[in-house]
Nanobody
Framework: QVQLVESGGGLVQAGGSLRLSCVVSGIIFRIAHMGWYRQAPGKQRELVARSTTAGTTDYADSVKGRFTVSRDNAENTVYLQMNSLKPEDAAVYYC???????????WGQGTQVTVSS
């Protein structure tokens, strides 16, 4: 059974930081592209950051320079360090695992991030 379990969300003041974690089980982590998505009320889910199996990273323009995605293949965990948070970063953040070459992807249950102004 595949499980993605996010943690680390919460309430923070604008300008503050949070670190999200996503622990993955049930898949071979090192062959999965790992992504962080977010969805705010009334908006579509959007890609925030991604860590590929090749070691590259991608970011949405809105978070470049503020957020950092990293992964620990030994711990089957992907992280999202979020600095200089803004009210517009508030959303439910979801972890996604995309298995390379299989067309399959999996989602976590989400973790709420609230940023007060």
């Amino acid at each position: 059974q595949v499980q993605l379990v996010e943690s680390g969300g919460g309430l923070v003041q604008a300008g503050g930081s949070l670190r999200l974690s996503c622990v993955v089980s049930g898949i071979i982590f090192r062959i999965a592209h790992m992504g962080w998505y977010r969805q705010a009320p009334g908006k579509q889910r959007e890609l925030v950051a991604r860590s590929t199996t090749a070691g590259t990273t991608d970011y949405a323009d809105s978070v470049k320079g503020r957020f950092t995605v990293s992964r620990d293949n030994a711990e089957n965990t992907v992280y999202l360090q979020m600095n200089s948070l803004k009210p517009e970063d508030a959303a439910v953040y979801y972890c996604n695992a995309q298995i390379v070459g299989s067309g399959r992807d999996y989602w976590g249950q989400g973790t709420q991030v609230t940023v007060s102004s």
